[in-house]
């Protein structure tokens, strides 16, 4: 399957080690170099922002989700091609995965994590096949890994959906697992 969007979750804020921005801007020029759009939360700030502004600077497309109540907190990225304000945050979420092909999750805070997880969820249960990774930059990530592995050992996770869980540090390899070459 012809990848043609990532959907990228990452921080409303940029957190206090520059490599994060460094590897946003990295992904966002990948992204737009590949011809692949981007799909994220909307905002024009930390992370987010850093990701979209990199994918419309290198002359890529960019379509934006935000609920209305973060409109006003986040101040929706108006210089995107497609901000599409919706009810929710449940309604955000389940637009951006279905626009989606693949998901790629930079650093972030409790709504990257929760993203994340419930595109692995789902992937688990069968409502998606879509590919999904993870890009560990400085090991932001390293003991989410060891997490899951943990849950593996401990049962509480088959071995076959702890591979769901795909880690790297390379903006290139990333889309290599969403995009399977």
Request: with cysteine; glycine share 12%; hydrophobic share 40%.
């Amino acid at each position: 399957m012809k990848i043609k969007r990532i959907c990228v979750y990452c921080g409303a804020s940029s957190g206090n080690n520059p490599n994060f921005t460094l590897k946003a801007k990295e992904l966002g020029k990948l992204l737009a170099s590949k011809g692949i759009e981007l799909v994220y939360g909307g905002g024009h700030v930390g992370l987010m922002g850093v990701v979209a502004d990199s994918v419309l600077e290198h002359g890529g497309k960019v379509i934006g989700i935000i609920p209305r109540k973060l409109m006003d907190q986040e101040q929706g990225h108006t210089g995107i091609q497609d901000l599409r304000v919706v009810n929710d945050m449940h309604e955000r979420k389940a637009t951006m995965a279905t626009l989606a092909d693949a998901f790629i999750a930079l650093p972030g805070g409790f709504g990257t994590l929760e993203e994340l997880f419930e595109v692995l969820t789902w992937s688990q249960i069968g409502y998606h096949q879509k590919p999904v990774a993870i890009l560990d930059v400085d090991q932001y990530y390293h003991h989410l890994h060891k997490f899951v592995e943990h849950a593996v050992s401990s049962g509480l996770l088959r071995p076959q959906y702890g591979k769901l869980f795909q880690v790297t540090e390379s903006t290139e390899e990333a889309l290599q697992i969403c995009c399977g070459n």
